[in-house]
């Protein structure tokens, strides 16, 4: 007997249920035979009450684990042994950071760790019947395309250093037959709103293509991190149907509404292609989030004049839409993955472990130039209008 090991959380948006799976082994289609049991773990309950669920199915042979979040390891942990299979988003970087764990941590597909080289074309959400059970007026699940990011150039990224281990090019694996998945994922029973992640840091441009020319059913939500570069701009310009992008929920990976900071970090975007992209998305029926950072070493007054002229024409044509079409989203403190990345910028630093290795951030004092000028564009973005939401902005906190 298998275990099979998904995490999920919960949240609560004007009294409606929402409901978020993490499936990292998403693609395979599950045996008949039923020569497994899956538990669906909480991210809120304990390390000890997983503990006493596993427990309840011994003895098993293996426990397959899919990993979204480094808090996920760090709940499992504790009691991993040589029975694991960790996969999901997170395995790769593991791998390549060589986080020493019992047990098998499998980077690629689930198909390939089983022997079968041919992925399965058909996804088949097996928790559908559990969500159910859940009731929540909106789930939404992984289903990952691919993996690697096309670009993998930004200074801050981690993906630069681990997934893409320094390479822009050559590092991405995609599906090859992405328009075939989007097609055949459908709205789960009893569920107001379906939506899957596709759980790629930044989707190529070739990928993109495939989704809006697929025959997906377009009542049900994909949502996906999108890079503001020519050759995807140039994807979404030749397709001027205003519903090509119904039910898209796109995190543009911005960081910053100034062209110095974007430079800076090696973005290879510009903030006319940063502005462009969202009034693209919005035009052709999708939802927009600015991904942005906080708390720049290198903020200064003319990152606080460029932000506030893109706020400006942002805000031109933003009134032409509901105000949940387009919104900021604070992925919070700029955080470095290497010493020499942070190091570029200064050499007052801080860092935190976790997953075991570490994550610098920069310390800025509170009387500096750079802290004030953070300060103000953080309150620009705040009271611009749009809908703020994700951490709060360091300097702004109360002292
Ligand atoms: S585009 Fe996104 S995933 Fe790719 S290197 Fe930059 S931040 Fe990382």
């Known amino acids: 007997m298998d275990l099979y090991i998904t995490f999920f959380g919960k949240a609560e948006l004007n009294g409606k249920g929402l409901l978020y799976i993490a499936n990292g082994f998403s693609f395979f289609e599950r045996k008949e035979d039923k020569d497994y049991i899956d538990l669906y773990v909480n991210r809120d309950k304990p390390a000890s009450f997983i503990e006493k669920e596993i427990s309840k199915h011994q003895p098993v042979d293996t426990i397959y684990c899919s990993l979204s979040i480094a808090q996920d390891l760090e709940t499992i942990r504790p009691f991993i042994t040589d029975k694991w299979v960790l996969g999901g988003p997170l395995a790769s970087g593991l791998i390549a950071r060589g986080v020493d764990l019992p047990g098998k941590i499998i980077a690629g597909y689930y198909e390939k760790h089983q022997g079968n080289d041919r992925l399965s074309c058909q996804f088949t959400p097996y928790f559908r019947d559990w969500a159910q059970t859940e009731e929540s007026y909106f789930v939404s699940f992984n289903c990952s395309i691919g993996k690697g990011c096309y670009w993998g150039k930004c200074k801050f990224c981690e993906y630069r250093y681990f997934d893409n281990q320094g390479k822009a090019d050559g590092r991405i694996s995609l599906r090859s037959n992405i328009g075939d998945i989007v097609a055949q994922l459908r709205p789960l029973p009893g569920v107001e709103i379906s939506n899957a992640h596709l759980g790629i840091p930044a989707i190529p441009p070739k990928a993109l293509k495939q989704i809006l020319e697929s025959k997906r059913d377009k009542q049900f939500g994909l949502s996906t991190f999108m890079r503001a570069d020519d050759t ?101 403190v700029t955080q470095w993955p290497t010493k020499e990345a942070v190091n570029e910028f200064t050499d007052d630093y801080s860092h935190f472990d976790h997953l075991g290795y570490k994550s610098y951030i920069t310390n800025i004092p509170k009387n500096s130039d750079a802290f004030e000028c953070n300060r103000q564009i953080s309150l620009a973005l705040q009271n611009s209008g749009f809908w703020n939401f994700g951490e709060p902005y360091k300097s702004l906190e109360q002292a």
Request: with cysteine.
């Open 232 to 332: 995807i701009l140039d994807v979404l310009r030749a397709y001027k149907d205003n519903t090509i992008c119904q039910n898209m929920f796109v995190a543009i990976g911005c960081e910053s509404l100034s062209q110095f900071a974007l430079d800076k970090l090696n973005k290879g975007t510009t903030l006319e292609n940063t502005i462009e992209i969202a009034k693209l998305i919005l035009e052709r029926g999708g939802y927009v989030t600015y991904d942005i950072m906080d708390h720049y070493v290198f903020a200064n007054r003319q990152m606080v004049a460029e932000t506030l002229d893109a706020l400006k024409k942002l805000k031109e044509f933003k009134c032409e839409y509901p105000k949940q079409r387009i919104s900021f989203y604070n992925n919070g």
